[in-house]
C-alpha cells in the first residue's frame, strides 16, 4: 500500500517506516501536523498512520480534516493516550482504529492488514487477493498475473509496478510518482526506467490483446484502464 505517516518521534517513526518497508509498502513520512494534512490532501493514499500529539496541528483536527474534504482512506491513529475519552475523541473524529502507546510492531502490523482488508482497492474480489482490469487479474498472495486465460510472468519490479497501477485503475500517474511508489531506491528523475518497464509489461499484457489497458497520457504519465 502506498501510506501516509505523520509522527514526530524520530526514533519511533524510524523503526515504523522499516517494518512497513519490509512488507513491501511505501512510506510518504512527515513529522509535522501541518505539513501532514497538506500532504493527506494533495496525494492519493491506501491509509493514513496518524499521531495524535504534533507540531502545529493535532492528529484529531487533522483527521476532522480529512474526513469533512470528503475523504475516506483508512485512518489509524497512534498515540501515548490511553484514556476512554481521547480513544472515543479519536474515534468520533473520524479515525477507523486506534492504537495505544507503546505497542508491539508485530500488533501495528496486523492493524495496517485489517484495515487494508477494508479498504480493498476498485477491482478486488471478495477477499482482496486479487485486483482485476478488464481481463486482467492480478493475485496479490500468489503474484500471479494472468489475461484470457494466459499466465504471465512478472519479475519483482513489473509486479510493484502493475499493482501500483491496478490498485487505482484510471488514475494517472506521473513518471515521479511511479519512481516514488514502485522503486524503494533513489533514481534520479531524468532516468528512463519507468518507460523501459511500461514497456516491458506492455509486452507481456497487451502485445497478444485487442484492448490496450496500459495507456499514455501525452505530457503526464501512464495510466492503465479498461475501455
Known sequence: MH?????????LASAIRRVLKEENHVVDWFADGEDGLMQATSEQYDLILLDVMLPSMDGYAITREVRARGDDTPILMLTARDAIADRVKGLDSGADDYLVKPFALEELLARVRALSRRNRPPGADGDGNTLRVGDLQLNLRTREAERDSRKIDLTAREFALLELMMRHPGQVFTRSQLLDRAWSYEITAESNVVDIYIHYLRNKIDREADEKLIK???????AIRSG
Do not use: K, S
Open 3 to 11: 501510506i501516509l505517516f505523520v509522527e514526530d518521534e524520530v526514533r
Open 216 to 222: 499514455t497520457v501525452r505530457g503526464v504519465g501512464y
